[in-house]
């Protein structure tokens, strides 16, 4: 989605391209309507100062706490909006979503032919830990001893880190909770740079003096994990997440009930689409600004309401589940969509 330069090196040698769209349908309608909005009348999303943005990919209008928060940098959003471009010119996009999931944005994308042929995961993805973690081995044991459905699972995705100030509030938020979890931290890079998290050589330089004798009970911290085998695990019954694109599919595949705490790029469109259109998720802070601090107060609060019973929505959450599932199968909405790609490649010459 982001190769679009690509598209000159088809309009050389004459062929057609196609666009693979690894977020939401929601989002790629949210990124064509700013784009259009701005080609036609001029509007500037990075001075939009209303409440909220109706989008036709969306059931209700978007709040203005849920843009992408680049989105206020005039660069990147003139980079978005060439890349826009690119995609209306495409003979088609292949969205990795689900038409059952998204059905209000795969119906409202006309200025090309959407093919939604998601789920597309990788479910059998998994490397051990590095660094001074719970190894992978030792956290599945861990899981296989705990009841069913009884674990917060948390994790915030390959960029997904926190400070040290930050990281005492989730620690005492999930010790005052009393609840099982396991969670997923890991450094941050330096300030200033674009390098990415790592493992921490011993969690307990960044944790409450005391936090991983006191929970070692109910809990581990461990570095780099193998998300789904262990949203896969029958013990894991709620999984805070970053709520990027994958994610969230991997968390629905599994039936895993999810807190939303998106931290950059869509991940608030995602969290809105979640809690606000699906009504499959909760919140621990839906509205997050990068550098402020969730308290202790609102993570216990966030993973108490994860774990408790709601039975209206873990029926809609079971219902995507299942749909997403059967979308894959042959006759399903996905399936088909992968074949009538294929035969509209063959019958314009593009394979």
Known sequence: ??????????????????????????????????QQLHDESGF???EFEGNELAVPSWARPIPRWAFPPNIVNKEWLQLLYRIARVFRRARGILVNTVRELESCAVDSLSFTKVHPVGPILNLKAGAAAAGGGVPEEEAIEWLD??????????????????????????????????????WVLRRPGPEGTRAGPTDYQDVREVLPKGFVDRTAGVGRVMGWAPQTIILAHKAVGGFVSHCGWNSTLESLWFGVPMATWPMYAEQKLNAFL???????????????RNGEIV?????????????????????????FSDCIKKALMDGGSSSASIAEFIEGCKSSGGM
Not at 6 to 31: N, Q, R, W
Not at 274 to 288: F, G, N, P, S
Not at 295 to 319: I, Q
Request: with cysteine; net charge negative; hydrophobic share 45%.
């Open 274 to 288: 979640l809690v606000h259109e699906l009504e499959i998720a909760t919140e621990i802070k839906i509205d997050y």
């Open 44 to 46: 500037d999303v990075a």
């Open 145 to 182: 001893r705990q009841p069913e459905s009884s674990v917060v699972f948390l994790c915030f995705g390959s960029m997904g880190a926190f400070r040290e100030e930050q990281v005492l509030e989730i620690a005492n938020g999930l010790e005052a909770s009393g609840l099982r979890f396991l």
């Open 1 to 34: 989605m982001f190769c679009t330069s690509m598209a000159d090196v088809a309009g050389e040698f004459g062929v057609p391209y196609y666009i693979f769209f690894t977020s939401a349908a929601s989002d790629l309608g949210f990124i064509s309507h700013i």
């Open 295 to 319: 308290t202790a107060e609102e993570v216990e609060r966030g993973v108490r309401r994860l774990m408790e019973r709601d039975c209206s929505r873990e029926e809609r959450l079971k219902k």
